[in-house]
């Protein structure tokens, strides 16, 4: 047998499978997906098996061949269709196929190189250094770095006294824990017989003789209430041993979720169900855009139709935009499915992502929730993939290899033919687009479930508030509606845009505002150290007394962090109980989720924050939302910046009244007559999406046009700017003339990290030779990058235009 590897070296040159002969002992064990350790020139490097074919069917010759080493895997951590993905997904996004493979597994899989020394004749080598080898015979590289031992051993080295080896290790030690079973499991009733006259004793044999409990630790003996002595006895006397179990790391587990009851489903809900799950029965590899106000009941929805899902003895999968910021919804799917749902995020440990993956392949776990990367879960019989708040920008992978989760799913649905569900309140435009045009299925939900109106919204004018002498961050109505709600006990969640609000400082003299040496931005103030930070180099330096530029002392801090909001917060409202939700705050692992519970049981009586409270919130005492500050998004050079303002505002409103009380919204802007605000008060997405889709077409943006965004960096701006036409030319060179192909030009961030960067914008509807001109310009710069540090980043469907 032959086996078509691909090689883990991410170079031009390799970006193809090479041929393996498979060794007679290892024909058992090779499986395509595996991970294989195969020699490539004078190395000795990891490869995946992507084919095997038997050696009749091929012309090559076979004494050419070189064998493969190892089989790194019992069980292929790849399944098939993730190696048909894996080719589909590096054509698709012009990406090596070896990141690819990289990108799909969870990093524990990815098994980490240690170079170390092996003792080859231990006589040649000094006492000294022998003692610290360990009892294998070996001597990690590192730590012959730190020990200043390298030079001696490269000495001994060259003598043929130690040779170098490479140790490939998983990082993904087992956690175990003491467990108590029978022996004799066969011998149980006359066991028993023994031991009528101790209950005690009787009763703890009884227990662990029970099918169910044959894997319960000691730690939950005790906590049931049995008595540690009996059990010591039992085990003195030969009835019971202890061993170290392994752990499966639920990290859900030692939580009690309340279980769930289906509910009634509404007319609405209905109509969406019986169209979901007739294209599931009938196996249709459809798309139905689920469009529902906030509190409409979509997951009600997802969550009966992934039952039926399991009743056909199929999987299911739900991508959310990030889990930390769903408890809610986590907590839901444990309570309907249990121990079937696999939990994937990125706050989970190395080892608690392998344990869900795991339980995935191994079929264990049959639904999954998770954020982006989990698109990529190994279930081998999907019967449904949903996306829900399909409109985030999360579901983009910024990174190299850069995707987008719904095109995998996409594929993925037309693998499995199952139907592929996109849910949201605010839908991208682009997947509106496609409804109207039935490329979708679109599903509407135009009505809450409880038949609560949506909360009112008004917008506050804040220019004509500064006009009437208001200088504070709160309108007098905001204001008010604060008092109010604190007399009734009643919750409130006051949401501050992010994006550009984070606080400065300014030059009153002469208008100076402190840049980042390295890169042309403001650096952002922080009171805690009080300094001045850069949030792309990481650059910092102490808050400057005097104006750098002229001088003068009048510099201040400006603008307002969440910070500062809170304590002008706790200033006006001084009795006020608040809980402040931001990156700071939540940095910690579970601290968001905490925060969270905290507010919803009432220990706080405003919740602050970011973006990151305006999803999944479900508390029924929220009767008032403010938004301090509705536009602050809509003056950033990026073609979303409407659709992005009204999502979000439309998200955080849906977050007032959404059970008895009924809820109030405040937004506070500058920009009252802006129709993304407009359209959010009246609650009116498709006149937001009109509006905005004529600007989308006279602006040639997508849904109307796609778009590749290409950013080239160097360090010298000369070279940056020559590389950016390189690839101006080469553009116009394989395209036609219906491609708009815009630049080169200094990127909206000219330069962070002392490097200069250049944008070309291309807007095209179908391009026969763009496929190629792509894959020529990734090789191209690909060497280019190792050599001179000159990078080219080609971003298809591009989220981030700075
Ligand atoms: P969405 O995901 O659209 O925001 P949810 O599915 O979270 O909406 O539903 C909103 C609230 O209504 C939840 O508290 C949910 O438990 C409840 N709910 C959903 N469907 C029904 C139903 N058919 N009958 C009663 N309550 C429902
Ligand atoms: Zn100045
Ligand atoms: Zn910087």
Redesign the pocket.
Known sequence: MIAQVIVDVAAKSVDRTFDYLVPEDLQEVIQPGVRVLVPFGPRKIQGYVMHLVSDDETEIELNRLKPIYEVKDIQPELTEELVKLSEWYSHYFVAKRISVLEAMLPSAVKAKYTKAFEIVDAEAIPEMLLQRFDKEGRYAYKAAQQNEDVASLLNLLKRGAVKEVTILSQHTSKKTQRAVRVIRPDLGDSMLLDLEKRPKQYDVLAFLLDERHRDVTLHELKEIGFSTSAINTLERNGFIEKYDAIVKRDPYAGRVFEQETK????DE?RVAYEAINEAVAAQQAKTFLLH?V???????VYLQIIDQVLERNQEAMMLVPEIALTPQMVQRFKSRFGDEVAVLHSGLSHGERYDEWQKIRDGRARVSVGARSSVFAPFKNLGMIIIDEEHEATYKQEDYPRYHAKDIAEWRCRYHHCPLVLGSATPSLESYARATKDVYTLLSMPTR??QQPLPKIKIRDMREELANGNRSIFSEDLAEAIETRLDKREQIVLFLNRRGYASFMLCRDCGHVPQCPNCDISMTYHKTTDELKCHYCGHHEPAPFQCPSCGSEHIRQMGTGTQRVEELIQARFPTARIIRMDVDTTSKKGSHEKLLKDFGEGKGDILLGTQMIAKGL?FPNITLVGVLNADTMLNLPDFRSSERTYQILTQVAGRAG?HEKQGEVIIQTYNPDHYAIQDVQANDYLAFYNKEMTVRQLAKYPPYFYLINFTITHEKMKEALKAASHVHQILLQHLTDKAFILGPAPAALSRINNEFRFQILLKYKSEPGLIDALRYLEDYYHERYEQEKLALRIDIGPYMMM
Do not use: H, I, W
């Open positions: 509910r009634a489903l509404t809900q529902g906030t509190g409409s009941g979509k997951t009600e479930v409880n479900d959404r």
